[in-house]
């Protein structure tokens, strides 16, 4: 039982990691919430769902498709509606990824209609496995594979590459980072490109799990994908990731002991408990002031 | 090499630079002293361009500077140490001077490159996996000026490299920077130390609130009374 849960938990949290790397990156480099994301999250769901659906193609293919789809995308989100506002106030930026965000998701309502929609039964054929006392779907292991891979993709990206180097000094310290000769808005660019592919792939992995993709789906998944972020100390990697994990398997062992009509609060809860403890969350940098 | 004609910078309703000229030749150090707030950094920061030049125009090497973005600029050869040292301080010894070299992409010499900074600062040499913000003040001087000649700069510009340092370190840091000079780099120095940074440079500038009121060879402005009174705490 208490395996079952915590397989369940680590899938659905591996699934909120993905999403809230793409908020914590982005707030670490330009310190912008970016509203839009979990819209973003929402449209690689239905890229998805179209790549298998139309295209028969394979849940691996339609996971890269999307990721390539929004990363597309997200860089120009960036470009059109957060770069023009970058030497504007900090509210201004995230009133514009609000207005993203609605447009977004109304804009699938358009295009979709209201229903929820479902993949084909051939889009992953679904087996049990029996590990220990715990019954694991394929599906699970799908979920946690893909993240795991991702994220490890992700951490070999930002420590060993040269752009991925370049984010890191870009977050720590802007105007130094562009007297080193980098090109900070590519860099800007090239974060937005990486959190929408994640949050794409998440979308996929969350729209086969649960068998249904809405253009409202982003909302309650972006929200907690931030509160993942932010728990986790928004700007750091390994918080999000942690964060994610925390509040997947917490949420599922909530609902498991009883708790299931509280289970978006859940979350919340956590989030305003650690928040109290430890304001910059559980592996935020204290934030010294720039002069 | 450099010539800054008549530039000024605004901060909001603040006149922080008001007609700024000088000119800096290959080779040489030029020492830019003024009080604090007189605006000196925000001269090197208009010539990276990270504040924008509201008139005035800032020629290097036959190229105008205010058109261009930060990092081009830097591709063009100019360097800034920032005041503050500025290490990445989550960032290894290592990453720090890889950063510096970012414009390059020539592997093999940026490891040879790499080679001679650890055998001129062995200090660094010691500490090259640690993260930047464990060094002391001084380690951390000397990276950020290491980090800077990564890129192989033609023209160095220095943000106050003896702030807070111990007087020991201030002499060794000013012999690397005569040291850097000699081997072909252009220095533009800018302290509030004019008595050290007059005793290595060729000439000097005088920044008075946003404006250059005086200027000449090092050793006649070591003498004259003005600035002596005023810089020299006499």
Redesign the interface.
Known sequence: MFLQQLINGVALGSVYALIALGYTMVYGIITLINFAHGEIFMVGAFVGLLLISYFKVNVFIAIVGAMIVCMIMGVLIERIAYRPLRKSSRLSALISAIGVSIFLSSLALMLFGADAKGFPDSAFPVRQLRIGSADVSTLQLLIIGVSACLMLGLEFIVQKTKIGKAMRATSEDYNTAALMGIDVNRVISFTFALGSALAAAGGVLVGVLFNAVSFNMGLMAGLKAFAAAVLGGIGSIPGAMLGGLLLGVSEVFGVAIGYSSYRDAIAFAILVLVLLVKPTGLLGQKITKKV | MLKVERICVDYGAVKALRDVSFRIEQGEIVALIGANGAGKTTVLNAI?N?VPSACGSIVYLGKELTKL???EI??LGI??V?E?R?V????SVV?NL???A??RNDKEQIGLDLEKIFQRFPRLAERRKQPAKTLSGGEQQMLAMA?ALM?RPKLLLLDEPSMGLAPMLVEQIFAIVQEINRSGTTILLVEQNANMALSIAHRGYVLETGEVVLQGGAGELASDPQVRSAYLGE
């Open positions: 990276s990270i973005a930060p990092h830097v591709k360097s800034q920032p503050g500025r990445f301080g989550r960032m990453e890889e950063m510096g970012f414009t980090r890129s």
